[in-house]
């Protein structure tokens, strides 16, 4: 088995439902995989650049998992990028720490998927998120194979019984998708 990061950059954990579903079954079904909890970890925003270097040195896989928060990453995860891939390290003439290492975006939204369109946002979720992960990733030389998306699992939802059972259902299937773009790596 390669070696797995899972990097979850999900501000407050506690107030999620479908990516705290997902890193459960990330969990149960990679145990030997690493995981950087960056709400646990980084609460102040302080992010131990040395440490989270060495986790992508490790790494074969590196999972992006989040949601989006106003049509990109959240504020944690993209500081933790901003501190983490740095000159020298992620890119530059001698920043070659992440060359060929594989790039799996990871995430979801509280929109339904379909308003990630032409017809109602005016954007795809590849053209308004994947372009700004595909050319981070390019510039550090990572390979980007498929992103797993799930829309309509908005925390808003989860007082109605109903609502919250499809969060959970689509969470799930969520979780499948992305077991299965790892074990095909």
């Known amino acids: 088995?390669?070696?797995?990061?899972?990097?979850?950059?999900?501000?407050?954990?506690?107030?999620?439902?479908?990516?705290?579903?997902?890193l459960k079954r990330l969990k149960s079904q990679y145990p030997d995989a690493e995981f950087s909890i960056l709400s646990e970890q980084y609460p102040?925003?302080?992010?131990?650049?040395?440490?989270?270097?060495?986790?992508?040195?490790?790494?074969?896989?590196?999972?992006?998992?989040?949601?989006?928060?106003?049509?990109?990453?959240?504020?944690?995860?993209?500081?933790?990028v901003e501190d983490v891939f740095v000159h020298g390290f992620s890119h530059g003439s001698t920043g070659h720490a992440l060359q060929g290492k594989?790039?799996?975006?990871?995430?979801?939204?509280?929109?339904?998927?379909?308003?990630?369109?032409?017809?109602?946002?005016?954007?795809?979720?590849?053209?308004?998120?994947?372009?700004?992960?595909?050319?981070?990733?390019?510039?550090?030389?990572?390979?980007?194979?498929?992103?797993?998306?799930t829309g309509g699992v908005s925390y808003s939802m989860r007082s109605n019984p109903e609502e919250l059972d499809s969060i959970k259902k689509l969470a799930n299937a969520h979780a499948d998708r992305l077991i299965s773009e790892i074990d095909s790596l």
């Open 44 to 80: 102040d925003f302080k992010v131990d650049v040395e440490a989270e270097q060495e986790k992508l040195r490790r790494a074969d896989i590196i999972v992006w998992q989040f949601p989006v928060f106003w049509y990109s990453m959240p504020s944690l995860m993209h500081r933790w």
């Open 102 to 149: 594989k790039l799996i975006a990871s995430f979801t939204t509280g929109g339904p998927e379909e308003y990630y369109s032409h017809e109602m946002l005016g954007y795809t979720i590849e053209e308004l998120l994947m372009s700004q992960i595909r050319s981070i990733a390019n510039l550090c030389g990572m390979q980007v194979p498929d992103f797993v998306f």
């Open 1 to 22: 088995m390669k070696n797995v990061l899972i990097v979850s950059g999900h501000t407050d954990l506690n107030d999620s439902v479908a990516n705290e579903i997902v």
